[in-house]
């Protein structure tokens, strides 16, 4: 297996204080050039609380812990775009699909489901989609925990990340706000199980296979397992490992950025494997489960984009139609399921 030995960009957020200073002008370059070059990035002092990042992670092993029936008192809903509750090992199949997008539509390739299940929610204001919980009884406290967090994740992404990547795309501090006014970002739990060495190695079972995401961005927060890969912009199918880096925060463009951007910014390919063996495995043959939670950011879905400002030009003709945010995302995710 190809792996290439670069490392991701780091952007430090320290001094971005409320997006108006030269300081701050400096940092949304940083990030916009690593959206451009790479599609992913390291973030640092992004103010979530790591003490917060940690307790989410704590809940996330309760609530996975819970009996099948439990977690089955919140089943994900059969509509592939109502991404609510849990869905159990098996469900998603992500790693069999690559999109096309000349045909707008999933081509199937693989022949493994991902082994994984995952627990999603959403703002408790969502116009589309109410959320789905485990009855508190059988987790006290989960409820207003995750919320708390989809919170702070909001926060971040209103006041410092959204900003950020508007000022390093040369646009108004405030661009992209009217267009995620209605809070419909997804929190999704992921829990990878443990299993013998050889069923990954083997690839008889995958993490996540390869997918770029479909939304705005998705902020990443992975436990010390490691085994994220992010392909190589300059090399094709050569993807490099992306290790748990403590306190930092991960971020990638997804699909519809990229398409907003012209292409400018990269949606890039990653999976989830069996992590190094010097990490992840002891001389046991077990690969150790493994947790990670993503924070996917949407966009409004009534609102009709089309090309930003910037990102055509006489040597840049447009390449994609105007499309409403909601359209654009239901096609992606009707296929995922
Ligand atoms: O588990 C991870 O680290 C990656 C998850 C991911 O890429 C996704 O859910 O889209
Ligand atoms: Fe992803």
Request: proline share 7%; with cysteine.
């Amino acid at each position: 297996m190809a792996i290439n030995r670069e490392s991701l960009p780091t952007v430090n957020f320290a001094d971005f204080g409320d997006g108006t200073s030269k300081s701050a002008l400096d940092i949304g370059k940083k990030l916009f050039e690593a959206c451009r070059d790479v599609g992913f990035a390291y973030l640092i002092n992004t103010g979530i609380p790591q003490g917060q990042i940690d307790g989410m992670f704590d809940w996330s092993a309760k609530l996975f812990a819970l009996p099948i029936e439990t977690k089955l008192k919140a089943p994900h809903p059969p509509e592939g775009w109502k991404h609510r509750g849990y869905s159990g090992i098996g469900r998603e199949q992500v790693s069999q699909l690559v999109f096309d997008p000349d045909e707008l539509r999933a081509i199937r390739t693989g022949k493994f489901p991902d082994f994984k299940e995952s627990f999603d929610l959403g703002s408790k204001d969502s116009q589309t989609l109410p959320n789905t919980w485990i009855p508190d009884e059988d987790l006290p406290g989960f409820q207003t925990y995750a919320t708390n967090f989809y919170n702070t994740c909001r926060e971040f992404q209103l006041s410092i990340l959204l900003p950020a990547l508007a000022l390093g795309l040369d646009l108004p501090k405030d661009f992209f706000l009217g267009y995620h006014e209605a809070n419909e970002n997804q929190l999704r739990l992921l829990h990878y199980p443990g299993a013998p060495t050889s069923v990954f190695e083997s690839g008889e079972r995958g993490r996540i296979g390869a997918h770029t995401d479909f939304g705005t961005g998705t902020l990443l927060f992975q436990d010390d397992c490691g085994g994220l890969e992010v392909e190589t912009p300059s090399q094709p199918g050569v993807f490099m490992h992306v290790p748990p880096v403590p306190g930092t925060v991960l971020f990638n463009i997804g699909d519809f950025l990229m398409r907003w951007s012209n292409d400018t910014l990269k949606s890039t390919l990653h999976r989830v494997r069996a992590p190094p063996r010097r990490d992840g495995h002891g001389d046991d043959g077990e690969t150790k489960e493994r947790f990670s939670i993503a924070y996917f950011l949407g966009a409004d879905k009534e609102k009709t984009i089309e090309c930003l400002p910037g990102c055509s030009g006489p040597d840049k003709s447009k390449k994609y139609e105007p499309i409403k945010a909601g359209e654009y995302i239901n096609m992606r995710l009707n296929a995922t399921y």
